[in-house]
């Protein structure tokens, strides 16, 4: 049997390995196990239920809600029937539900609980196409006389009553589309089942990837990286995932499952960051002292590893006094190694994991590119780069520094966009990511920021925010920032501090304050950030300098799991939030600025913007002596 689509992967396991888990979820704190098999006859009762109700090749399958396996059943049983799976942010409200499904042309649905069925609800006016819901909850389906909702159990009891063959297991094609994945304000992606499963074979190539493994499924099924590492990956090698019971809930499942390996975007390996570095925070003297040592230790060995020098063993040392403890209590001490992707991740952040023992490697690949265009290899890696190029993916960099992509990665296209697909395909071929970059002498590739982000300074000089932004979060006691000054005459950014970070050394200079809004109000803060400001100038052209700062007492925050993951909408977001801010860092004269009132996204009323490198001459006056 050719594996060269999903559900032919499926069926292949079930054949080969039956009585092996396939998934496993945690319901009532108890871990269900679903078997091969089990979930090759799951899949096939879907599908004959879908069927029975008018489901047909080319049809649209909506899935929302958390990682469940029968939502992943759900979407194999539409490719099986030529159909394609739409899987849909979790935490979408009806407005945007209603907009995916209106321009999917999806006639019908499979959802997690009475939330998301509440969602499809109050859309139901908006979403004249929509012929069926099924809910996973029965009492969803039981709260209202909708002819157009059923419960699972109902489906899947007409599925195995019914004996009408579902071909499309045995006869669908590679080039056929799998999936349509969706994001806000942007048209869909159609990714082929060659697409997903190039990927796939790539991560195979370069990792190592066993049928013994676990793995732990516990991001949206929205965001192509758990198309790739969950769905896909796990057909093509046969290894266990495993749902948490709820995403509030799945850093303690982790612990308890232990993955072999982990992908996740830059926000949750900071997370993790700084729920181990809180515990250190309260942890007695002798065990802060400890973990701040180490701390020190591990950032000394990555280092000396990035130059391709030896850790030393002082590592080794910290290793065992520390770092062993700390990957247990977060669920990694079985990780053989590990992705990162979506996003940039602060080079502190990495450096801090490696030296923790973890074999962090950051990657790149948008939806339109099936998740992996390129990866770090075990070894040396600069921090500032996604590493080399998958097998069998080709980038070139054009003369605008566009990262331009050819492999079997490269999607079918953008949905009922044939002129948005043309827009983003040159003449000969190659995909435009719409990302500026570069690739080093070693092939490496560094992405510095979106094209439509770059901007230019007043004087012409060219102004990229990622970069910068990316930059300034090497500093340890920078969590985030957001830089600004298109069109300006300098450069300023909002800076979100490090709270673990900012706490350890207000002890360690024995300051007062604990929470982040009273480390923020301490002078001796504001001078520390603009000294560690003008240490990452050092690194930066003088044209782009931040000259002018503003400190946030609070995080900077995702909206909604999409943010989470996407930094171009994570930053748009935040922007939109703060630009009463931004333009107040650019006022002249600029030493005390009152946040507008009705901006209530920043705490408190008066909040401090600083010059980093002493005060900026404006061209609207003249400076003073």
């Not at 990927?199 to 192509?224: H, K, N, Q, Y």
């Not at 053989?336 to 690949?365: D, K």
């Amino acid at each position: 049997m050719p594996a060269d689509t999903l559900p032919r992967l499926l069926r292949r396991n079930a054949a080969t390995m039956g009585a092996r888990p396939a998934m496993r979820e945690k319901r009532h704190g108890i871990w269900q196990t679903l078997t091969w098999s089990g979930y090759e006859t799951l899949v096939l009762q879907i599908a004959r239920g879908l069927a029975a109700r008018g489901f047909r090749a080319g049809d649209r399958l909506a899935i929302m809600g958390d990682n469940r396996p029968q939502l992943y059943a759900a979407l194999l049983a539409a490719q099986s029937l030529g159909g394609i799976g739409v899987p849909l942010w979790p935490d979408a409200d009806p407005a945007a539900i209603a907009v995916m499904l209106n321009n999917a042309c999806v006639r019908m649905a499979v959802a997690e609980d009475q939330e998301q069925i509440g969602k499809l609800r109050a859309a139901k006016d908006q979403l004249p196409d929509l012929e069926l819901a099924v809910s996973l909850d029965p009492r969803a389906a039981r709260d209202g006389d909708a002819a157009w909702l059923i419960d699972f159990a109902t489906l899947q009891r007409q599925g195995a009553a019914s004996t009408a063959p579902v071909d499309g297991i045995a006869d669908g094609r590679p080039d056929q589309v799998a999936l349509l994945l969706c994001r806000t304000g942007q048209p869909g992606v159609m990714l082929s089942h060659a697409n997903l499963l190039s990927g796939a074979r790539s991560i195979a190539e370069d990792e190592e990837v066993r049928p013994t493994d676990d793995a732990l499924c516990f991001l949206p099924m929205a965001w192509i990286g758990d198309v790739l590492y969950s769905l896909t990956l796990g057909l093509s090698v046969g290894f266990t995932c495993n749902c948490p019971e709820s995403p509030e809930t799945a850093a303690r499942d982790l612990r308890e499952i232990g993955p072999n390996f982990l992908a996740a975007p830059p926000v949750i390996w900071e997370s993790w960051l700084r729920a181990a570095e809180d515990r250190g925070a309260h942890a007695s003297r002798v065990k802060r002292a400890a973990f701040g040592w180490a701390r020190r230790v591990a950032e000394a060995a990555e280092h000396r590893r990035e130059a391709g020098l030896s850790r030393g063993g002082t590592r080794l040392l910290a290793d065992r006094l520390v770092f062993a403890a700390l990957r247990d209590q977060l669920g990694l001490s079985r990780l053989r190694w590990a992705h990162t992707g979506g996003m940039p991740v602060a080079a502190e952040v990495w450096r801090l994991f490696h030296g923790f023992g973890v074999n962090l490697m950051q990657t790149y690949g948008p939806a339109e590119l099936a998740g992996l265009v390129t990866v770090h290899r075990t070894g040396p890696a600069a921090a500032d780069t996604v590493g080399f190029p998958a097998p069998g993916t080709e980038i070139r960099i054009a003369g605008d520094g566009e990262v331009q992509v050819r492999g079997n990665n490269v999607c079918l296209g953008y949905d009922g966009g044939s002129a948005a697909t043309r827009a983003r395909t040159t003449d000969d071929g190659w995909w435009r990511t719409g990302e500026a970059g570069a690739l080093d002498a070693t092939g490496r590739l560094t992405i510095h920021d979106r094209l439509a982000d770059i901007g230019r300074l007043a004087d012409g000089t060219r102004f990229m925010p990622g970069a910068i932004e990316a930059h300034l979060r090497r500093s340890r006691f920078i969590a985030d920032a957001l830089a600004f000054a298109d069109g300006e005459q300098f450069v300023a950014a909002i800076i979100a501090p490090h709270r673990a970070a900012l706490a350890e050394w207000a002890e360690r200079h024995r300051l007062s304050g604990t929470s982040l809004a009273q480390l923020v109000a301490l002078p001796e803060t504001r001078a520390l950030i603009r000294e560690e400001l003008r240490a990452c100038n050092a690194g930066l052209p003088a044209p782009l300098h931040v000259r002018r700062f503003l400190l946030l007492d609070h995080p900077l925050e995702a909206e909604d799991a999409e943010a989470r993951l996407y930094r171009d909408r994570f930053r748009r977001l935040a922007i939109e939030r703060y630009a009463g801010l931004a333009d107040a860092l650019f006022r002249d004269p600029l030493r005390s600025t009152e946040v507008p009132a009705e901006d209530a996204a920043v705490r408190p009323a008066q909040a401090m913007v600083e010059d980093v490198e002493g005060p900026v001459v404006s061209r609207l006056e003249p400076a003073h002596a």
